[in-house]
C-alpha cells in the first residue's frame, strides 16, 4: 500500500498552494484532483490579490438590502430560494455574522491574512515562471455622488484596519484610466493591491512543486476515507488505497459535500460567480476596476481583459447565468465607452465556497487532528492561496503560524 505523509485533495490554487509548501520542506506529498489542475474556480475568476477586500458579505447594510440584493440580481450576491435545510442554517449563521462586532473583527482578520499572501506572492514573482503578477492597486469608479459616498463610508471602515486607500474626483481617475467614461464622479484607489494570471499562476506553482517530489494526480476522485479512532488512516480511490499521515481538505466548493460523507457539516454554500474573458484590440485598463453601482470588476490579464460579477447562492447547476452576463455587457458598454474587443468573449462560471461570516476555515477537525481543512475562501481563492498552503503546513509540522490562525479554525462551527 503506498504511504504519503500528506494527501491534498483538491487541484485549485489553495490545494496546490498547499502541496507546495508541504513538498518544499521534504514532505512526501500526494495531490488529487477530480478533473485537471486550475480548471476550476482558479480558471476563470478576476485574478487579484486585494487586501482591501477585506469587508465581508455579512454587514448591517447586507441586512438593510436583503431583499433588493438576494432577490434583485444587481448586488453583490444573489439568493435563489430553495428547500435546503443546510442552506437556512448557513442563512442564520450569515445574519449573526452581519453584528458589527463581527464585522470589525472578520475585517482584522482577513486583512491580516492577505496581507501575508501579497508578501508571498512577491516571492513567487521572482522564483516562478511568469504568470503575470502585477502591483497596479484596484481602483473602484462610480457613476452617482450617492454610490460614492456610501462606498467611501464603508472604506473608512478599512482604515483602521490599515488598509491604505485614497479618494479620487473624476478627472483623477479618468488619469489613472482614460478608458473611462466622463460620467464618472469620483472613485476610491487601493494602491497596495495586485493582479495576475491565475491560471498560470496555479500550473506554475504545480510544476514547480513537482520538481520538488510532489506526486500529481489528475482525474483521480477520491472515494472515501478510512478512519480509525481519532485519525483518518487512509484515502480510497478508484481500485487503490493510499495511507498517509495527514489528509487536507482543499476541494473549494466541494469540500461540503465531500465532509458530509463523513457526517460532518460543514457550512459552505456553493456560490456561483460568472465571468466574461475578450480579447482586447485596445487596452481597457493598467489598472483593475470595480465598476461600483453594478458590482463588476474588470481585470487587465496579458492580451486579454476580464470581467467578473457577483455570487449567486443558487446550488451547484450546470446553467449560465445569463442575466448575470448580460450585466457584465451593460457594464462594459456604460463605464468603458471606449473599450475595442476583438471578436466574441469566453463565459464562464465556477462555485465559490462561501462562509457565513466570508472567512476560509482553515485547520483541523478537532475530532479527527490529522483531517486539514483549507476551503470555504469565497471571492478571495486566489488572494489567500498562497499564505493558506503556508499556514496548513505550519500546523501539520507543528510549528508556530506565520499569522494567527485563530479566526479562521473550524471550531468556531463546532468543528
Known amino acids: 500500500m503506498p504511504t504519503y505523509d500528506v494527501a491534498v485533495v483538491g487541484g485549485g490554487a489553495v490545494g496546490v498552494s498547499t502541496a507546495y509548501e508541504l513538498a518544499s520542506v521534504g514532505a512526501k506529498v500526494i495531490l488529487l484532483e477530480q ?45 435563489r430560494p430553495r428547500l435546503d435545510r443546510a442552506l437556512w442554517v448557513w442563512l442564520l449563521r450569515f445574519t449573526l455574522a452581519c453584528r458589527p462586532h463581527k464585522v470589525k473583527a472578520a475585517i482584522r482578520a482577513l486583512h491580516s491574512l492577505a496581507g501575508a499572501s501579497l508578501e508571498r506572492y512577491r516571492e513567487f514573482a521572482d522564483t516562478l515562471a511568469p504568470f503575470g503578477f502585477k502591483s497596479r492597486g484596484w481602483l473602484h469608479v462610480f457613476l452617482s455622488e450617492d454610490h460614492l459616498l456610501e462606498a467611501t463610508k464603508e472604506a473608512g471602515q478599512l482604515r483602521a484596519a490599515g488598509v491604505e486607500w485614497q479618494a479620487l474626483d473624476g478627472v483623477r481617475a479618468r488619469e489613472l484610466c482614460p478608458a473611462i467614461t466622463a460620467d464618472v464622479v469620483g472613485g476610491i484607489y487601493f494602491p497596495a493591491e495586485a493582479h495576475l494570471q491565475p491560471f498560470a499562476f496555479v500550473n506554475g506553482l504545480a510544476a514547480q512543486a513537482r520538481e520538488l517530489g510532489l506526486e500529481l494526480r489528475e482525474h483521480s476522485p477520491v472515494l472515501g476515507l478510512t478512519i480509525a479512532g481519532r485519525r483518518v488512516k487512509e484515502v480510497r480511490l478508484e481500485g487503490e488505497t493510499l495511507h498517509i499521515g495527514f489528509c487536507v481538505i482543499a476541494a473549494g466548493a466541494e469540500s461540503a459535500g465531500f465532509m458530509r460523507r463523513l457526517a460532518i457539516a460543514l457550512p459552505i454554500e456553493p456560490a456561483k460567480g460568472n465571468s466574461l474573458t475578450w480579447n482586447q484590440a485596445s ?66 462560471f465556477g462555485y465559490r465556497p462561501l462562509t457565513p461570516d466570508s472567512l476560509p476555515i482553515i485547520g ?41 490562525p485563530t479566526p479562521f479554525l473550524p471550531t468556531r462551527f463546532g468543528l
Open 283 to 348: 487596452a481597457a485598463s493598467d489598472v483593475p476596476l470595480m465598476l461600483g453601482e453594478l458590482h463588476v470588476i474588470v481585470t487587465p490579464i496579458a492580451a486579454v481583459v476580464r470581467m467578473t460579477t457577483g455570487l449567486d447562492l443558487a446550488g451547484f447547476n450546470s446553467r449560465p447565468d445569463l442575466k448575470r452576463l448580460e450585466l457584465i455587457r451593460r457594464a462594459a458598454a456604460r463605464y468603458l465607452p471606449g473599450l475595442v474587443v476583438d471578436g466574441e468573449p469566453e463565459a464562464w
Open 35 to 79: 478533473g485537471l489542475v486550475g480548471m476550476g474556480c482558479s480558471y476563470g475568476n478576476a485574478g487579484l490579490v486585494v487586501p482591501s477586500f477585506c469587508l465581508p458579505l455579512a454587514t448591517p447594510r447586507a441586512l438593510a438590502q436583503g431583499a433588493r440584493w438576494l432577490l434583485g440580481g444587481d448586488g453583490p450576491f444573489t439568493l
Open 364 to 404: 483541523p477537525i478537532k475530532d479527527l487532528p490529522n483531517l486539514i481543512l483549507a476551503t470555504g475562501h469565497g471571492q478571495l481563492g486566489i488572494t489567500l492561496a498562497p499564505i493558506t498552503g503556508k499556514l496548513v503546513s505550519e500546523l501539520i509540522r507543528g510549528i508556530r503560524p506565520s499569522v494567527d
